[in-house]
């Protein structure tokens, strides 16, 4: 059964992603959440959109 992320989790799921990490941010997705490889994709790829789109706009990416 999929689980939320534990504030850690997301942190590093965030810092894998804003290195440039796809495949570990979701690995640590998935191994977090037990939740589907679909799921977890479509996780990191919002991660990413969002960084994108902060960082285009000057503003600091924040960490939840």
Known sequence: M???L???EHE????AVMAGD???AT??????TEG???DAQKFV???A???????SSGETVTKK
């Open 6 to 8: 534990k504030p850690t």
């Open 27 to 32: 690995s640590i997705y998935l191994s977090a």
């Open 45 to 47: 790829k919002t991660l």
């Open 22 to 24: 796809r495949v570990k």
């Open 49 to 55: 959109v969002e960084i994108k789109e902060q960082r």
């Open 12 to 15: 590093a799921v965030l810092n």
């Open 2 to 4: 999929k689980r939320e």
């Open 36 to 38: 589907n490889l679909s």
